[in-house]
C-alpha cells in the first residue's frame, strides 16, 4: 500500500540514500489519490524492469506545477525500489559547469548504472539540467542532444534500467521532443481543497474549527509552498509563537494565516 | 520473399553485425504491406548498386514516425545485402562529441566503405546527428553540410556504395536540402488495425476474443510503442503476472490494457 | 518598533557591517506604513529562519522602481539580524569581471554561509547581477542559473539561511522563473505625497508654509531621487547657498525647488 | 559545332582533366537547344578572354535545377578551351574544413590561376562553397565576402581569366549580391518532353512505342535524375534484368517504370 | 557670466587641458539662451559636489543632435570646473581594442579619479564608447553593464565626483536603461535662426545685408555642420577665394552658399 | 577643366599611383554634367584642405550604383590632388582577414596619413569592407566602429586630411549612421541615352547610323558593365571579329548587340 510504502523508506544502499532522503524534507504524507495512483503505477515499471527481457530500458516522466511533489516521488519510487544502483542526477551540484562538463557527469552517470544489472536514474527538474530560461527561450542544445540520446540507448545485453524524468516545464519538453521519448508521462497535480484538508489534519496547528475554511483558501496550491505558508504562519504576527504551536499548546490564528497567504500570493497578479 | 528474408538473419561479417543486430530488439515480423514493400524495393536498390556501372553511389531515405520500424528495416536491408562493408552511424556512439569529432568520423566512415568494392552506410535518425531541436530550429549546419556534400561525392572508381538514412523529422531534411539530396523516399507508416492485429495474434498474449477489441483500440500507432504497451500490460494491475502471461497460462486483462494505453495516449492531448 | 530599530544599528561583526552601513548614505527615516510593514514582516523571517527545522532556506524578494529604497531595507535587515554571517552581493564588486567569474563568487558566498549556522546573504539589484538590459533583452543565462538554483538548494543539515533579493525589474525576473523561486515578494512603493511630506519635515530645509506644496509638486517621487532634488535645490539659483539652508539659516527657494524638479523631471517625457 | 565539341574530349593538361572529366559520369549527349545555346555563348566568352586587353576578367554564372546538367557543362567548357589553367573548385574536397581553411584554399587556387596568362577557374554549387542551408538562412559570411572580392579583383597585368559558377539557388546569390557579381548569368534548364525523348533515344532501353510516352510522362525531370530513374528501372520488378536491358536483349516494362517513378516524385507532394 | 567664462579657460593641470581644449577646435561663442542655460545648471552642479555630504556622486547627461556642441560644452564645465582630476573618456582612444580592454580603460578612469577629493569624467559619445548601431542593434553590453554600475557606484568616504555623459542617441541610452542613471539630463538644441544669425555675425564673412538671408536658409542646423558649411562656401566656387574671404576683403556670394548648402543638405531626403 | 585633368594625369608618388592607375582599366572619358560636376566640387574640397585652419579633417562620400564610375573618379582626384599621400583602403588586398587585422590595416592607413602635411584616403567600396551581406543584415561592427571613430577623429595639429569614401549600398551606410559621418555626399548616377551615346561615339565600334539605336537600347546602364557589353558583342556571333572591329575594319552587327545585351539584362527579370 502507498502510505505503508511511504512511511518503511529504507535505506538501499550506503551514501546515495541520504541524497535521496534530503528530497522529502517534510517526509511523506498521504495527500490524495492521484498522487498515490502515480505512485503504484511507477512501482509497477519497477517491477517490470526487474524481468523484462524485451525492454531494457523503461522510461518514466512525472511533470507538474513547481513545488507538486515530483523530486519526493521520484526519490521515494527509488528508495523503494531496492534496486542496487539507485542515482540522482540533479543540478544542484553541478552549478557553474560548463555545458560539456555536465553531460560528461551525465553520461558518466549513465555508464556506471549501464554496470548494474538493475538500475534508476532519476533525471530531477530537467528544464534545469537543460539550463532552460523562458526568454528567448534559451537552453543547452548539448544537454538536449544528449538527453534525447540517453532516453533511447538501450544498457548492454542483461542489464536493464528505469529513468524517471521530472520537469515543471513539460510545454517546453515537450518541443524538444523530450517528452516523445519517455515511454509514459504523469501528471502530478496541485492540491484540491479536500488534499489540501488531509495535509492540513496531519500537521495539526489549527483549531478543529479553522482547518475547512484554512483549506477551502488556498486553491490548488502545490504541497510545497503550503508547507512553507504554514511555518511562516507558525510565527504569529509578532513572532515568536512557533514552537508553542508546534508543541501544539497554541493554534495559528486564522486572520494572520489570511494575512500571509495574501502576501504569497496576491504579488503574481 | 520478405518474411523469408526476415527469418534468415545470418552475419555479414564480424563484429558490426552485432551492431545491426541490437537494432531489431523484437525481432522482425510480418507487420503489413507497406513494410513488406519497402523492403523489397530496398532489395532491388541493393541489387542495383551490386551491378552498376553508371551510378556508383546511390542513396534511399526511410522516413516516418518515431518508433514505426525505420532502424530496424535499414539494419536488416544492411544484413541481408551481403555487403563486405554495412555501417551503421548513429548518435548512440557520438554522444558530448563536438561538431566536428562527429563530422570527423562520419567522413572517416566513409573514406573505409570507399575501399571496399561494395558497401552500405546507415545514417541512422539524421535528425539526431545533425542535433536538431525544433525550437529555433537548432542545428549543427557544419554536419548538415557534411552529409549533403556526402550524398553527392561519388566514390572512387569501381567502387560502389549505397546509403540508407532513416529520419522522422522529414520536413526538418525537407527544409535542409537533404530530401532532395537522395536518390529516392520511402515513407514507413505506422500500423493501421489490420496491421496491429497480425502483431497481436503473432505475441499471443491477449485471449481470442479480445485481439480485435485490443486491436481496434490502438489508432495508427507505431511498432515499437506497441511492443513497451504490450509489456507494461503484462504486469497485470498489481504486478507479478509477466511471467503467467509469457509463458500462455493467463492473457492480458482488456481492462487494465485500455488503463495502461490511456496513460500513454492521453496526456499528449 | 521599525523606527527604534531603523536607529538603534548596531555591527553585528567586523568589516561587513562597513558595507552595509554605506547601502544607507542618507540614513533610515520613517517614510510611511508600507515600508515600515515590509521591514516588520522581514523581521519575522529572521525570526522564522532563526527557529525553523522544516525550511532551512527562506527566501524573499523586495521590488519596486529605481530609489524606492530596496537596497537600504535589505541592509537594515540584515544589520538588524544580529546573524553572524551576513553578506551583500552586488555588481559593484564584481565589474568587468565574466560571467563564470561572477558565478564563481556568487557561489562562494554561499558556500561560506553555508559554514554559518544563521546566515543572511542580500542578492542585490538581481537584474544587474545578470547583467541585464532590455534591448534583446539580453542577459547571462549562466548567472540566472545559478541563481535559480541556488535559490532553491537547502543548506547542509542544521544550518539556516535567509536570501533577500532586490530588483527594479520584476517584471524580467517574472519572465525568468526567477520570482517563482522565491518564497515570498514585496513591492517597495515610491512615495506618495504624505510620506513625501514626512520625509521633507525631516529635512527642515522649507519653510513651513512651503512644505505642503513641495510635497504635492512630488508626484510618486523614490526616495532617493527625493534627497538628490533636495541636495541640487539647496545649491540655490546662483549657487553658495547651501551651507546657510542645511544650517537652518536660509529656507529652499519655492521657485527654485520647482525649477531644479522641472530638469530633473521634464525630459523623461 | 556543340555536339562535336561534346565529343572530342582531349585533356588539356595532366591529372585536373581527369576532375573534370568525372564531372560528366553519363558522358555528353544532345539534350536540346538551350544547353546548345549556354555552351555556345560561354565558348565565346573563352575566345574574348583570350584576345582581350580591356577586360582581363570575365565572370559568367550558370544556375537551374538541382541535376540540370550545370556541373558537366562547366566541365565541357573548361576542358574544350584548351587553356593551361583549368581548375574546379569544389565543396567536396574541403568537407569538414573550417570556414576559413576553405577561404585560403579558394585563394590559393586564384592565386595559382594569376600565374598563367590564360586560366579557368570553376567555383561548383557556390552555395555549397557558402555553407548554406535556407534554415535561417545560414552561410559562411566570410566565404561569401571573399567570393565578392575574387569576383571583381583583376588579375595581374597581362594574365585575364574565366570564371564559371554554377549553382542551383539563384534566389539566394542574388539576396547575397553575388550574382550582380557575374558579368553574365546563364539559366540551365530542366528537360521537355522533346529533350527528354531525345535522351531516351540515345539509351535504347525502351521498346520503340514505349518511348513517346515514357517521355511524356517525366515532367521538366533533370538530366542527372532521368539518369537514375533509368537505371533503377532497369533492374526489373524483381531484379536482375539490368544486364539483358542494357546489352539490349529486353527491354523497360512500361509499367515497372511508372512505378518507379511514382517512388521518385510522390513523395514530395 | 557665461561668456565671460567661456573666455578665461585656464588650465587646471597640465597635459589633459590640452586634450579639453582640442575638443573646442572653433572655440566658445554665444550660440542662444539654451546653450548658456545649461551651462550656469552644470557650473552649479560642478559646486554642489564641492560642497556635498550627502551626495558624494552627480551624475548629468547633455544629450542633443549630432555637432549641437556637447562635446565642447562638456569640455569646457571639465575646464572651468578648477578640479584637480578632469579626464575625458573618449572611443577615438581606444580604436580597435577588444569590449573587455576597453572596459578596464574605462574602470582604470575611475580609480583615479577615486583617489582625487574632487574629479570630473566626462563620457564623451556615449553611444560609440558601447559601440552601438542601430542595425539589430547591435552594442557591447559588458560596457553598458560597466557604465550602469559606475554610474551608481558610490566614490570612496570623502571623495566627490561629477560625471558628464554626452550622446546623440538619447532613445537608444533610455531602453538600455543608461538614461535613468543620470541625476539629471539636458537637451542641447541645433541653432535657430536667431541663434544661427548671432554665430554668422560673429564670423564676419557675409555681407551685411546677406546675414539674414543666410541665416534663413540653415533650418536648425547644428553649430559644427554650419562651421564646415561657412569654410566650404568660403572657398568660392572657381576655388581660391578662401583667404580673401577670412581676411575681410571678400565676401561670401550667397549664391554659391546657397549651392553648398543644397549639396550638404539635399542628398539625405 | 575636366576633361583636361582627365588626361593629364601625373603620378604623385612612387609605387602608390599604380593602384590608383589600376582602378580605371578604362581610362576617363567625358561621360556627361554630373560626373564633372561632382569632380569639380570635389576638387574645391582638395583646395580647401590645402588652405584649412579651421577643419583638419573633410570627409565625402561618393554613392550609386554599382559600375557607375565612383572607384575610378576617387582614384582620379587622388592622382590629381598632387598630394604627398594618397592611399586607396579596400576588400581587395585585405581578403581572409580577421576583422580585427582589417581594423589594424585600416587604422595603420590613417596613423601613416597623420604624419604627412596633406593627405587623401580613399576608403572604397565601404560596404566590402565591412563585409556586408543583405540576408540579416551582417557586417562587421568592429570595422563600423572603427570607421565611425576615424570619419571623426582630428589629425595631429598642423596636419589636414581629405576622406573619399565609396559605396554601392547607401542605404546600409545611412542606417549604421555612416552617412551622417561625412561632411558631404555625391550621387553618381547611371548614364543616360544622352551620356552613353557620347561614350560609345569615342569607342567608335559601331556604324554611323546605329549608334543612336544602341545607345537607345541601353536604359540607365552604369558605365563599367557597358564597356564589358560592348567587348563581349565585339566578339561577332560566331567569335574572331574583335580585332577587325577595334582596329576599326568591322563594325559590330546590331542585332548581335542586341542578343548579348538580352543575355546580360534579362536574367535579372
Ligand atoms: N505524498 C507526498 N508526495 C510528495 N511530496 C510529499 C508528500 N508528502 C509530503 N511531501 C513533501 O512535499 C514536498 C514536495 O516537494 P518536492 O521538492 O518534491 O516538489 P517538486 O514538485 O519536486 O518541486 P519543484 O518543482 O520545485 O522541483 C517535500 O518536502 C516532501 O517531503
Ligand atoms: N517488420 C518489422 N519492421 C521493423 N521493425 C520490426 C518489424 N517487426 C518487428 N519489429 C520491431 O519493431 C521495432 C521497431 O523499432 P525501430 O527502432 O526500428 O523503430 P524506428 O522507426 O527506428 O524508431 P525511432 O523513430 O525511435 O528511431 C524493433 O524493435 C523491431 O525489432
Ligand atoms: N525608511 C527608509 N527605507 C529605505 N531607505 C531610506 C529610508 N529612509 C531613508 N532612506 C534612504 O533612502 C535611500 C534609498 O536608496 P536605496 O539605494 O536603498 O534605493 P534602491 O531602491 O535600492 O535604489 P536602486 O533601485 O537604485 O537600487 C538611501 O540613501 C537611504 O539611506
Ligand atoms: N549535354 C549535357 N549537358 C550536361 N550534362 C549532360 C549532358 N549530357 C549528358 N549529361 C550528363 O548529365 C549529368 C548532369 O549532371 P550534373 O552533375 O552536371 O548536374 P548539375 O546541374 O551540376 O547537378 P547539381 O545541381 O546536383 O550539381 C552528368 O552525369 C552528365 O554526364
Ligand atoms: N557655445 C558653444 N557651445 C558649444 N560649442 C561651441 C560653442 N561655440 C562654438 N562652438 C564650437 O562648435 C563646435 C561644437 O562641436 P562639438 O564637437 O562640441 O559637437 P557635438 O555635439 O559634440 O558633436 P557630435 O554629436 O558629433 O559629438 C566646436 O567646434 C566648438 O568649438
Ligand atoms: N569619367 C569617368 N568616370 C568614371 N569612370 C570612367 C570615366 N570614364 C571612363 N571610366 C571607366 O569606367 C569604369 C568605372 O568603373 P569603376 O570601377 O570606377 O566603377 P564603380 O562605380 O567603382 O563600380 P563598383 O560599384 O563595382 O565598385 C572604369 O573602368 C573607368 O576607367
Ligand atoms: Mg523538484
Ligand atoms: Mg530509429
Ligand atoms: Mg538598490
Ligand atoms: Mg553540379
Ligand atoms: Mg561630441
Ligand atoms: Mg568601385
Do not use: W
Not at 77 to 93: C, H, N, R
Not at 104 to 132: G, N, P, T
Not at 213 to 226: N, V
Amino acid at each position: 500500500d502507498f502510505l505503508y510504502a511511504l512511511q518503511e523508506i529504507v535505506p538501499a544502499f550506503g551514501a546515495s540514500t541520504d541524497d535521496l532522503e534530503r528530497c522529502r524534507l517534510n517526509g511523506m504524507v498521504d495527500c490524495g489519490e492521484r498522487h498515490k495512483h502515480i505512485y503504484q503505477r511507477a512501482m509497477l515499471l519497477v517491477e517490470q524492469v526487474k524481468v523484462s527481457k524485451g525492454s531494457p530500458l523503461v522510461t518514466c516522466l512525472l511533470e507538474g506545477p513547481s513545488g507538486s511533489g515530483k523530486t519526493a516521488m521520484a526519490a521515494t519510487i527509488g528508495i523503494d525500489s531496492d534496486f542496487p544502483y539507485v542515482k540522482i542526477i540533479s543540478a544542484e551540484t553541478m552549478i557553474g559547469l560548463s555545458e560539456s562538463s555536465k553531460c560528461a557527469q551525465i553520461v558518466k552517470v549513465f555508464e556506471d548504472a549501464y554496470k548494474s544489472q538493475l538500475s534508476i536514474i532519476i533525471l530531477d527538474d530537467i528544464e534545469r539540467l537543460l539550463e532552460y530560461v523562458a526568454i528567448g527561450p534559451r537552453f543547452s542544445n548539448l544537454i538536449s542532444q544528449t538527453l534525447l540520446v540517453l532516453l533511447k540507448r538501450l544498457p548492454p545485453k542483461g542489464k536493464n534500467m528505469l529513468v524517471i524524468g521530472t520537469t515543471s516545464e513539460v510545454g517546453f519538453l515537450e518541443s524538444l521532443g523530450i517528452c516523445d521519448a519517455f515511454s509514459v508521462t504523469y501528471h502530478v497535480p496541485t492540491l484540491d481543497q479536500a488534499d489540501a484538508k488531509k495535509v492540513l489534519q496531519g500537521l495539526n496547528v489549527f483549531a478543529e474549527d479553522d482547518i475547512d475554511l484554512a483549506a477551502e483558501a488556498l486553491h490548488d496550491m502545490p504541497l510545497k509552498k503550503l508547507y512553507m505558508l504554514v511555518e511562516m504562519a507558525a510565527q504569529g504576527s509578532t513572532g515568536g509563537s512557533a514552537e508553542a504551536i508546534y508543541s501544539g499548546k497554541e493554534k495559528i490564528s486564522l486572520n494572520h494565516f489570511y494575512d500571509i497567504l495574501g502576501d504569497i500570493v496576491s504579488i503574481r497578479h
